[in-house]
């Protein structure tokens, strides 16, 4: 599947871009392939609205929100969508609880040329997450229904200040206050040394919240983040959902390989014998926070939105 979605035809995968459109298209064709509930209205997209402005820097995207002042939403209407897929739970006491599991189907589109490539790929970012997002829906799918209702969320625009799941946010599947985790899946197509090589992960902020305890206590192939320096726990989607008081991680692999943000992220660079293992771990760990204990925030682990 990673080799359709990091094609040279998706574009790069922009947002608001024709490759953008035909890589959604995509995924819903394999949420349907799959049988996953249609979590968009009456499809598997929730349409994000924009504003597109361009500017001598590229173009600026930002959320199209009704009602909102003119400074907000001056430049061209556009949209794209999130896509958005279900399986619902059959625990009595838990099926009105959800979890999300997702990652980011954009990327930097058709840019400037790097040795005659100009197509910025991200096979590995976000691919891989996606790709590893729909093989676990298609497990969770296929197998014994879960305890809580998982939903599968790839989302537009992290690339553009995580425009995609803002809105989501806004107008979630579940409310808020009955989703329970949020797992992302960032860069898992090349093993880290500093996780421990071939088939393990990392997850961002680990020490924030037991989700991370809870996972690698039941056999999830994990360590905390290796590199804190960097931030990347504010750096990808979850951020958005942790800010709502909703324990939000990151599993990733990423070993700040060279091809980060450049037209070499192409799929012939995936480690596939890492990215299957890393995969079927993201596949367990979906089935235990669908079926397990409900992670908690450790005390002061809950990031707050600040004021300037």
Do not use: C
């Not at 739970?89 to 959800?98: K, P």
């Not at 235990?288 to 939105?305: F, M, N, S």
């Amino acid at each position: 599947m990673l080799e359709a979605l990091g094609a040279d035809s998706m574009e790069g995968r922009a947002t608001a871009t024709p490759g953008s459109e035909r890589a959604a298209r995509w995924i819903a064709e394999r949420m349907r392939e799959y049988g996953l509930e249609e979590g968009g209205s009456g499809s598997y997209y929730q349409r994000v609205p924009l504003a597109l402005e361009r500017t001598p820097e590229g173009r600026v995207l930002r959320l199209l929100r009704p009602g909102a002042p003119d400074s907000a939403t001056r430049g061209e209407p556009i949209a794209d969508v999130n896509v958005i897929g279900i399986v619902r739970g059959a625990d009595s006491a838990l099926r009105d609880e959800a979890v999300i599991v997702g990652a980011h189907y954009d990327h930097l589109g058709i840019g400037a040329p790097v040795n005659g490539d100009s197509i910025y790929n991200g096979a590995d970012d976000d691919g891989s997450g996606v790709v590893a997002v729909l093989e676990a829906a298609r497990a969770i799918a296929s197998g014994p229904p879960p305890r809580r209702t998982v939903i599968f969320l790839l989302t537009t625009g992290e690339e553009q200040r995580l425009l995609g799941t803002l809105w989501y946010i806004e107008r979630p599947v579940v409310p808020l206050e009955r989703t329970v985790a949020d797992l992302q899946v960032e860069m898992i197509g090349r093993p880290d040394s500093l996780a421990g090589g071939v088939g393990r992960l990392w997850l961002t902020g680990y020490e924030r919240s037991t989700m991370g305890e809870q996972l690698r206590a039941a056999g999830v192939p994990l360590v905390a983040d290796p590199r804190p320096e960097f931030k990347f726990f504010e750096r990808s989607d979850n951020i958005a959902f942790a800010l709502q008081g909703i324990p939000a991680h990151t599993l990733s692999s990423y070993g700040l390989h060279p091809d980060y943000h450049q037209p070499s992220d192409e799929t012939e660079r995936v480690d596939f014998a890492h990215f299957e293992a890393a995969a079927a771990a993201v596949t367990r760990a979906v089935r235990l926070l669908a079926d397990g204990e409900r992670p908690a925030w450790h005390p002061g682990g809950r990031p707050q939105l600040t004021t300037p």
